[in-house]
């Protein structure tokens, strides 16, 4: 949850590029999340 967290603060602060890097940091940790409980 703190990589979404990250993210709302990148994208808060306007640096987009970043944000969509975030983006796909945050949803590849969501996926091996859910990998790992399964």
Request: proline share 0%; aromatic share 6%; glycine share 2%.
């Amino acid at each position: 949850m703190s990589e979404f967290k990250k993210l709302a603060i990148i994208l808060e602060s306007g640096d987009y590029e970043k944000a969509h890097i975030a983006a796909m940091i945050a949803s590849v940790a969501a996926v091996s999340e859910i990998e790992v409980s399964i």
